[in-house]
């Protein structure tokens, strides 16, 4: 199980996993861009559940992602999902 804590307004999540350890957003982001490549996109709900953050976090997420990093994802309007 992971255990939240909440810093000003971002909730950061933690790991038991590896002691306890916080998952920073750059994991997060890490985590997003490398499941779009395995499994071929992803859902921004998929991604807020399992780390138990926002959507709206998760979509800044994969705008940094997009242009910042300049990872090629893009929405697929018919799957529903980032790809």
Do not use: W
């Amino acid at each position: 199980m992971s255990r939240r804590l909440r810093y000003g307004c971002r909730k950061i999540i933690t790991n038991s996993d590896d002691g306890g350890a916080p998952v920073s957003q750059m994991e997060l982001i890490f985590f997003i861009g490398r499941a779009i490549q395995e499994r071929g996109g992803v859902t921004v709900r998929a991604i807020s559940s399992t780390f138990e953050v926002s959507e709206r976090q998760v979509k800044r997420d994969i705008e940094y992602l997009r242009f910042r990093l300049g990872t090629p994802v893009e929405l697929s309007a018919l799957k529903h999902q980032y790809i």
